[in-house]
């Protein structure tokens, strides 16, 4: 048995610039930071022929072309194996439409287990590739790079997307104790808001390449991860709300689909109780929200929030990992 652990991801800045419809006409850029919620993927040699699949259904084939979970059937086609296994998942967070990544950071712990279960080993960052190669070359997601790699490589980092599909990965490097102040600042919150993730990026897209304006506001949103980044490097915690804020005035105003009246309300009662700035995180249309705040304001953000659900979380650095072979 094999069981590979791979964190979501919670992304600050520069976020729908991972899209081609953006960098392939410049570099994108998105700062974010893996976090301590993960996605458990199994591999288990079979003694019976097929394949059996074990994830919010159990699916039982005797094939790969059989298989209807697309990213299932797309890697293992991909490297090869064509049955004899048990593959089952888990994951700490609602693993649809919460905005922390969860499709990517289960594709590329499924990548990660089935080439241990080969016995080849692949870099991280290889992974978070050929993880975008699965969701969006093969299964055709409309959807951008970020996730895949920020998963894959873990840590707080600047992740950059080229016109020629390179992506590079460049950790966030901060005087002592300073993440750990940032992330004991974070409050996050579940709307209980399921969407579809790729509805909402195919729409964010299609904006962005028809109107020269709303390319221009994910400019400026790629222009504040140098700006966060800087502010880190410096020890300004307490900028990071501000940059939340403004980053997420300018994402909120792309399409009518990432924001709605209830997230609206959301976002201004977290900041009439003292939250300096947050986001809706993901593509938008709801999942979980952050909000940055000092500490002895977060009764009352929690308070102004209560019939929404808090969740406890921290960062995580060691990105995808196996952590069971046998």
Not at 42 to 67: D, H, Q
Not at 256 to 283: F, N, P, Q, V, W
């Amino acid at each position: 048995m094999i069981i590979s652990k791979t964190p979501l991801r919670l992304s600050f800045v520069g976020g729908g610039s991972d899209l081609p419809a953006f960098y392939r006409d410049g570099v994108g850029a998105v700062l974010s930071t893996s976090i301590n919620k993960f996605v458990y993927v199994t591999i288990n040699k079979r003694f019976e022929p097929g394949i059996r699949l074990s994830y919010s259904k159990t699916e039982e084939v005797l094939s790969v072309a059989e298989i209807e979970h697309r990213i299932v059937k797309a890697t293992l086609g991909k490297l090869g194996v064509d049955g004899g296994v048990e593959i089952t998942s888990v994951a700490d967070i609602p693993s649809r439409g919460s905005g922390l990544g969860s499709s990517s950071s289960f594709t590329v712990g499924l990548l990660h287990a089935l080439y241990a279960y080969l016995g080849q080993y692949r870099p991280k960052l290889d992974l978070g590739r050929e993880a975008c190669e699965v969701e969006i070359d093969l299964c055709g997601e409309p959807i951008g790079k970020q996730d895949q790699y920020a998963a894959a490589a873990g840590g707080l980092n600047i992740i950059k997307f080229y016109p020629d599909e390179t992506v590079t990965v460049e950790p966030v490097i901060a005087p002592a104790g300073v993440t750990d102040t940032i992330e004991s600042e974070m409050l996050m919150f579940y709307t209980g808001i399921v969407r579809s993730a790729s509805g909402v990026l195919q729409q964010q897209s299609d904006a962005v390449a028809a109107d020269k304006a709303k390319k221009q506001a994910l400019v400026r949103m790629t222009e504040l991860v140098d700006v966060l980044r800087d502010e880190i490097s410096r020890g300004n915690t307490d900028a990071l709300g501000e940059i939340l804020h403004e980053n997420w005035m300018l994402k909120k105003g792309l399409t009518a689909a990432i924001s709605s009246g209830d997230i609206d309300d959301y976002y201004d009662a977290a900041r009439k109780a003292g939250a300096r700035g947050g986001k809706l995180l993901g593509a938008g249309g709801g999942g979980f929200m952050v909000f940055s705040a000092p500490k002895e304001r977060h009764a009352d953000i929690k308070a102004a929030l209560s019939h929404l659900r808090h969740v406890d979380f921290g960062f995580e650095n060691m990105g995808t990992s196996i952590v069971f072979y046998q």
